[in-house]
């Protein structure tokens, strides 16, 4: 089944199954696997991208949802890694394995959106759905006011 | 003498590459015939540890797979300060899968303490040949002679040379059998936090995961 839907600003037209979860349209037919597969169920959050400039777990998201809609990964964050959270990120040295940070700073940047200056709690309710086995919390807590002192919302 | 050295070239491995660099690899012993065929060396040499290029360009090979732990910028690290030169100089690259660069394996918390040696061994030797092409030109007095910051400088002169300029004459030079490593009270990188290689990759979705890679004819 044809779908179209935009992808960091790009129109693409896809033809796959309409419950191929678009974690899967991103990674595999689209060849963009900066969103990571870690649980497939909602659990990680490591396949977080923006809907509509909504944070959702691509993984449980069946692409006939999203025909039509306006999709960003963390490749479309910014052209070149300069959006003030990836700043940030490098700046205070987040990232571990990384695996889970493209997951991270989708949901970051959503929360800035709402909420340009976020206190620690509200940080943790953000990120609270993202797993980081790592174990880099208080750097991912740093960077995401480091960055709202950016004016991260952008 | 003639025997450690020849066991020594199969050990460590020299050679200029076609584009002009130094390139100094880590074998397990190999055959060595093919350790005297300084002709074809860059078909002989794939992957080496180091490579300095003619426009003084260093690359590091990150030889243990990196999951977070960091060795992809910690080992390196230990190849750079023997080597003298600036860590913002420094480009780092994942080594393949090769033989010929030993174990890698990643466990126990032991790549630093298993490769510290050998590491610093590799840096330090290809240093000292770079000195010794220095003074060779020179035609000075090795103790006379010290790496720093990826020249080699002159102490009574003042003259210094970059180690882009050095590179064919120190590809020309046997393989040191033994040389001296860093008192630890000079280190300038080791003992030093450096900012993760990857960190700016990583942010940007362009880090290959094995999630991520793609091959001919995968499901």
Redesign the interface.
């Given at each position: 089944m044809k779908i179209t839907l935009t992808v960091n600003g790009e129109e693409h037209t896809v033809d796959v199954a309409p419950d191929t979860p678009l974690l899967w349209v991103l990674?595999d037919t689209l060849g963009?696997?900066?969103?990571?597969?870690g649980c497939g169920e909602a659990l990680c959050g490591s396949c977080t991208v923006h809907l509509n400039g909504n944070p959702v777990r691509s993984c449980v998201m069946p692409v006939s949802a999203v025909a039509g809609a306006r999709i960003t990964?963390?490749?479309g964050?910014?052209p070149d890694?300069t959006h003030p959270?990836?700043t940030a990120?490098?700046e205070e040295?987040?990232?571990?394995?990384?695996?889970c940070?493209?997951g991270q700073?989708m949901s970051a940047a959503a929360l800035l959106e709402q909420n340009p200056n976020p206190s620690d709690e509200d940080i943790d309710a953000a990120l609270f759905g993202n797993l980081c086995r790592?174990g880099t919390h208080v750097r991912i807590r740093n960077a995401v006011h480091r960055a709202a002192k950016k004016g991260g919302g952008r | 003498m003639g025997n450690t050295k020849i066991s020594r070239r199969s050990f460590l491995k020299v050679s200029a590459a076609a584009t002009g660099g130094l390139i100094i690899g880590f074998y397990i012993p190999v055959d060595e015939s093919l350790a005297d065929t300084t002709q074809d060396v860059e078909r002989f040499e794939p992957n080496a540890f180091l490579s300095i290029s003619r426009d003084g360009s260093v690359t590091i090979m990150a030889k243990n797979p990196?999951?977070?732990?960091?060795v992809k910028t910690s080992l390196p690290m230990i190849i750079a300060e023997e080597l003298e030169v600036n860590w913002e100089d420094v480009r780092i690259e994942q080594a393949d899968l090769d033989p010929r660069l030993g174990g890698q394996w990643a466990g126990g918390s032991m790549s630093v303490t298993y490769n510290w040696d050998m590491l610093r061994t590799a840096g330090a030797t290809a240093r000292e040949m770079l000195i010794t092409a220095a003074a060779n030109e020179w035609n000075a007095e090795r103790r006379e002679c010290y790496a720093e910051a990826g020249h080699v400088h002159h102490r009574p002169s003042g003259r210094s040379t970059a180690y882009g300029d050095l590179v064919d004459a120190a590809a020309e030079l046997p393989v040191p059998d033994d040389v001296d490593v860093k008192d630890p009270k000079d280190f300038r990188i080791v003992g030093t936090s450096k900012?993760?290689t990857?960190?700016?990759d990583?942010?940007?979705?362009?880090?290959?995961?094995g999630?991520?890679v793609k091959v001919p004819g995968m499901l």
């Open positions: 990674r963009l696997t900066g969103t990571k597969y990964t963390i490749e964050l910014s890694g959270l990836q990120w490098v040295d987040v990232s571990q394995c990384g695996y940070q493209p700073i790592c | 990196e999951l977070g732990q960091g900012l993760n990857d960190a700016k990583l942010v940007t979705g362009r880090t290959i995961f999630i991520d």
